[in-house]
């Protein structure tokens, strides 16, 4: 069974009016690959407009921000804060994306934090692929979420 949809297969918003409201945390994260050149390279690579990093992280607020237009069926909710913080893993040639997202809400912000962390891949995809056509965006993924009725973290 799907939570989206009715009885009849039409697609509903979830009813969460008889929730409770209660503190909620979402984290996911997202990792993009580079060569090797390109990686070595990319603290000194900016645009018109900043540093990657730092228009990748208002990119990701932003999309974690507009979650319910961007998904039919997601809740527009409150949200109480947005995190994001983008990592070099030296071995990889790579950056990993990692969003935390609160609300005190009667549902969770794991769209929220999963939008967060994909917008800010993209932007970082999209400063980039001027100057490596191989990047690769890859284990966008749910990493934990509490409140409500059940807490997941990833094993």
Known sequence: MVSHLDKRNKPIIVDVGNKKVTKRVAKAEGEIKFNKKIFNQIESLKSKKGSINNLAIIAGIMGAKETSRLIPLCHNISIDSIKIDINKNMKNYSLKVIAVVKTTSKTGV???????VTL????????????DKSIIIKNIRLISKKGGKSDYTVK
Request: glycine fraction near 0%; charge should be negative; hydrophobic fraction near 40%.
């Open 110 to 116: 794991e769209m929220e934090a999963l939008t967060a």
């Open 120 to 131: 800010s891949c993209l932007t970082i995809y999209d400063m980039c692929k001027f100057y």
